[in-house]
């Protein structure tokens, strides 16, 4: 039997879960906490498989309960489930430790593969989510570049040669290359094409 507790500060959704949980054989509910404390209690003094958190519960902003549940050693592997569904969120959340990561609006089945896969010790993102969590890093890898280096690359975006980029930013062809080639390593791109396709896609034209 899979022990889980509950986080989540709403009558509604925790009596939801409550039925949800009890259509299993497999799974079981060994407490519910409506608070940053009341968790950390409840984790000190039950023994649970899998913890269900809601991001928004009262006394921890944001992702900074999962941040301190994960310095603890003794933390049960964390399933988030939460109204967001950005990527970047998730992305953090799962950055930071947690083993799951399902919405408030996913099917109520994918909560239960997740409580099943992170209690085997596996990780679970709703499929729906996917693309959400894929335009994330999308996001991130043209984050990483320098000032200058989205300079160069709006400016080979909008068709300028190199030896003209040179001219007008007052540099080298040879250093012009060079910032070529760390955008592209940057941004994992290993083509002109696809180089001008992803700066359009993120309005770096």
Do not use: W
């Not at 570049?145 to 709006?154: G, K, P, Y």
């Not at 540099?171 to 180089?195: E, V, Y």
């Amino acid at each position: 039997m899979i022990r889980v507790a509950i986080a989540d500060d709403h009558p509604i959704v925790f009596g939801g879960l409550q039925q949800l949980i009890a259509t299993t054989t497999d799974l079981q509910v060994v407490g519910h906490a409506v608070n940053r404390l009341g968790v950390l209690r409840l984790l000190s003094g039950t023994p649970v498989d899998v913890l269900v958190l809601d991001l928004s519960i009262p006394g921890s902003q944001g992702l900074s309960l999962l941040q301190e549940l994960m310095e603890q050693q003794e933390a049960p592997p964390v399933v988030i489930l939460s109204m967001h569904n950005e990527g970047q969120i998730i992305q953090r959340a799962m950055k930071l430790g947690a083993s799951a990561y399902v919405t408030k609006d996913s099917d109520p089945m994918c909560l239960l593969t997740a409580i099943r896969k992170v209690a085997r010790g596996g990780k679970y993102i709703d499929p729906s989510l996917m693309d959400s969590v894929a335009s994330s890093f999308a996001r991130e890898r043209h984050e990483l570049l320098t000032a200058r280096e989205e300079q160069v690359l709006r400016l080979i975006v909008s068709g300028e040669s190199i030896g003209h980029i040179a001219e007008r930013l007052n540099l080298s062809p040879k250093t012009i290359s060079t910032h070529k080639t760390r955008i592209m390593h940057k941004l994992d791109i290993g083509n002109n094409a696809d180089l001008v396709k992803y700066a359009l896609k993120h309005g770096l034209s």
